[in-house]
């Protein structure tokens, strides 16, 4: 099924390990985003690709990494887990930075850091 | 900063009443959209609407837009037991990357 793919779904971290959240999408979208979700916060966002070698910063980016080597592909990193970081996390694309059409999400990464 | 708010918060209705929500917003916008999130899942985009419509429909939904006001409001008619869930609305910008700024949204829930 044609979507956005997130991996894994949960995961409990220490504090101080390092992970990746994988993120995949098969519409051939340009643009990917990722946002974190906490309660009574919303959505914020966090990093976001225009294209595979373009990323950039988005309101709460600090302790995260991404990379754009792929039209598919948008990982997210977390280089040193901290308790602050315990937030579900949602990948989302756009076919066109979202002008004319909405964003599809994936499903989310819940993740804990303990 | 958190472009959109959503107005009330919370809401709890009998199914088959209508479901309005308000979200005002602070700056110009190219479109304005809302979308549906279940509980433990993802975002589900509803419908879109831009700066230079007023109003537009999709089903049991419709969606106003006041520029004057920078607010929208989203009407869901007929409500079913279904419909509960978070609504939240989101601005995209006309500059800027075009990013996506969400509200922090309205938790909706439909008494079968």
């Known amino acids: 099924n044609a979507g956005v793919t997130q991996t894994p779904k949960f995961q409990v971290l220490k504090t101080g390990q390092s992970m990746t959240l994988q993120c995949a999408q098969d519409m051939n979208h340009e643009y990917m985003s990722w946002y974190r979700q906490d309660p009574g916060m919303g959505l914020r966002l966090i990093h976001y690709?225009?294209?595979?070698?373009?990323?950039d910063q988005g309101e709460v980016p600090n302790g995260y990494n991404v990379s754009r080597s792929t039209t598919e592909d948008f990982p997210l990193r977390l280089l040193s887990a901290a308790p602050s970081q315990t937030s579900v996390y949602f990948c989302?694309?756009?076919?066109?930075?979202?002008?004319?059409?909405?964003?599809?999400f994936g499903s989310g990464t819940r993740l804990t850091v303990v | 900063s958190q472009q959109g708010e959503e107005d009330p918060q919370a809401l709890s209705i009998q199914e088959g009443e209508n479901a309005t929500m308000n979200c005002s917003y602070k700056?110009?916008?190219?479109?304005l959209q809302w979308y549906r999130q279940n509980s433990g899942r993802g975002l589900v985009h509803l419908i879109l609407i831009r700066s230079n419509e007023r109003e537009k429909h999709s089903g049991r939904l419709r969606v106003t837009l006041d520029t004057s006001k920078k607010s929208s409001s989203l009407l869901i008619t007929a409500s079913r037991a279904a419909d509960t869930a978070s609504y939240f609305c989101?601005?995209?910008?006309?500059?800027?990357?075009?990013?996506?700024?969400f509200g922090k949204g309205n938790q909706v829930v439909v008494i079968p």
């Open positions: 700056t110009s916008i190219n479109n």
């Open positions: 989101a601005t995209v910008l006309p500059y800027g990357n075009n990013r996506l700024a």
């Open positions: 989302a694309s756009s076919e066109d930075r979202a002008i004319n059409y909405g964003y599809t």
């Open positions: 690709s225009v294209g595979a070698g373009i990323t």
